[in-house]
């Protein structure tokens, strides 16, 4: 009893002695951590868009687009294009979009012909001024073109170069259409070729990157990397300097390597993803490595774009945006369209976000309670006539101004796109869902 005492004794006057202290009060709004989660306003919150000068390029009337733009050597960082673009023509491809066959594959450009590949698996060439000249398929005689997806273009030193979902990578002449070599990859092919220096690079089945000869389709080298299930269609198309090669897999990994002899160089894996997105779960790099001086950009489809050092693969930044297309490099900044539907322009020191703007994101519905599973997609960006171009498959090429992100013009296209723009000699070329070439300039 008496230990009790002492107890409620010592307790009591604890109480007491706190009661004496005046409660320190410090100034300030007080906020609570689920109303700052809540309505954005916390320190992960986006930040207001702000203009800041953007350095463009000066404008260059490029003659050809002959490969994807993640190698330096084959970008034009700001091609030459008119501010008011009309329909100049338009013809057939081929087969467009179906509901189990898409058409993945963007135009290139070269010597007054313009390349594509249908969603049947037909290569087509196209004259500057809408004649159709020649076709290839690149579907195997005991095959279906239901059967796989095509492939990529590339073209250099008068041959295109084709990949397909049918684990083929072909040499055709570009201005006959005729078959010169095929080497047979081992896996699918769905991402575009890089050809450099007598060499044609690719990644087959998201997992093994390959070198081959362009000459006569012999392989120089081969570098196993790791697959993944969680992949969208079309691996991305290797960038290339003058010493580098720069590889992406289906786990989300990113390899350099010296481009002659395939010798590993430095590995990094871009992860990380947007939390309560079901389509966090992509971890696929579909923002196309690219590179720009001695920097590569890349990102995945859940969330992340970084910027690595091209030659040790140190990481310089990570920007919490996620990248549907490879991002778009000029001057002072890096362009992109987000996992949210957003043109988003990034300060290419530090990565960090100067502003963003809203893209067409779902399609609407008729019916109010029918859930929205159908969305617009944003193709692009690429810089042209010192304008933002994005192609989208809502029914419309916009543009944009790289300082602030207002939208300065729209241009229909009949279908919507389906592929990114090119431009080559002042004109637009881009392909619609009904599998239509089209011509702005």
């Known amino acids: 009893m008496q230990v009790k005492l002492?107890?409620?004794s010592v307790i009591a006057t604890g109480v007491l002695a706190g009661c004496a202290d005046r409660e320190i009060i410090l100034p300030g709004d007080r906020l609570g951590v689920r109303e700052i989660?809540?309505?954005?306003?916390?320190?992960?919150?986006?930040?207001?868009?702000?203009?800041?000068?953007?350095?463009?390029?000066?404008?260059?009337n490029n003659a050809a687009w002959p490969q994807s733009h993640v190698s330096p050597s084959v970008r034009t960082t700001n091609a030459a294009l008119s501010g008011n673009l009309t329909p100049v023509w338009a013809t057939s491809i081929g087969e467009g979009d179906k509901r189990r066959a898409r058409i993945i594959t963007d135009p290139v450009v070269a010597d007054g012909r313009i390349f594509t590949i249908d969603s049947a698996g037909r290569v087509s060439a196209t004259s500057t001024s809408g004649s159709a000249l020649w076709s290839y398929s690149i579907v195997p005689v005991r095959d279906d073109a239901s059967q796989a997806l095509a492939g990529g273009l590339a073209v250099d030193n008068g041959r295109l170069y084709v990949t397909s979902g049918f684990g083929t990578l072909t040499a055709l002449d570009a201005?006959?259409?005729?078959?010169?070599?095929?080497?047979?990859?081992?896996?699918?092919?769905?991402g575009a070729p890089t050809v450099f220096?007598?060499?044609?690079?690719?990644?087959?089945?998201?997992?093994?990157?390959?070198?081959?000869?362009?000459?006569?389709?012999r392989v120089r080298w081969q570098s196993d990397g790791l697959g993944d299930i969680g992949n969208v269609a079309g691996a991305a198309p290797p960038a290339v300097n003058d010493s580098h090669v720069v590889f992406s897999f289906g786990s989300g990994a990113v390899q350099g390597a010296f481009r002659q002899g395939g010798l590993r160089l430095w590995s990094a894996d871009i992860v990380g993803a947007r939390r309560g997105f079901a389509i966090a779960l992509v971890d696929d790099i579909t923002g196309y490595p690219v590179i720009d001086g001695s920097t590569v950009y890349a990102g995945n489809h859940s969330g992340r774009v970084v910027a690595l050092n091209v030659n040790s693969g140190e990481r310089l930044?990570?920007?919490?945006?996620?990248?549907?297309?490879?991002?778009?490099?000029?001057?002072?900044?890096?362009?992109?369209?987000?996992?949210?539907?957003?043109?988003?322009?990034?300060?290419?020191?530090?990565?960090?976000?100067?502003?963003?703007?809203?893209?067409?994101g779902y399609e609407p519905v008729r019916r109010p309670q029918r859930r929205r599973d159908s969305a617009f997609v944003n193709h692009g960006p690429i810089m042209a006539g010192g304008?933002?171009?994005?192609a989208s498959s809502d029914g419309f090429i916009r543009a944009f101004d790289p300082a602030s992100g207002d939208l300065v013009s729209?241009?229909?296209?009949?279908?919507g796109a389906t592929t990114r723009p090119v431009v080559a000699n002042g004109t637009l070329y881009v392909v619609s869902t009904a599998g239509v070439l089209h011509a702005f300039r």
Do not use: C, M
């Open 6 to 8: 002492i107890l409620a």
């Open 37 to 60: 989660l809540q309505d954005g306003s916390g320190a992960d919150a986006a930040s207001p868009n702000t203009t800041v000068a953007a350095t463009v390029p000066a404008a260059v």
């Open 317 to 360: 930044w990570t920007a919490q945006h996620g990248a549907l297309d490879p991002v778009w490099p000029a001057g002072n900044s890096v362009y992109v369209v987000s996992d949210l539907n957003e043109l988003v322009r990034l300060d290419a020191t530090d990565g960090s976000r100067i502003w963003a703007v809203d893209l067409p």
């Open 175 to 190: 201005a006959t259409g005729r078959e010169i070599w095929t080497q047979r990859l081992e896996a699918t092919a769905t």
């Open 197 to 217: 220096g007598g060499l044609v690079y690719v990644v087959a089945g998201d997992s093994t990157a390959w070198a081959i000869e362009a000459e006569d389709g």
């Open 387 to 390: 304008r933002l171009i994005v």
């Open 410 to 415: 729209q241009t229909e296209i009949r279908g």
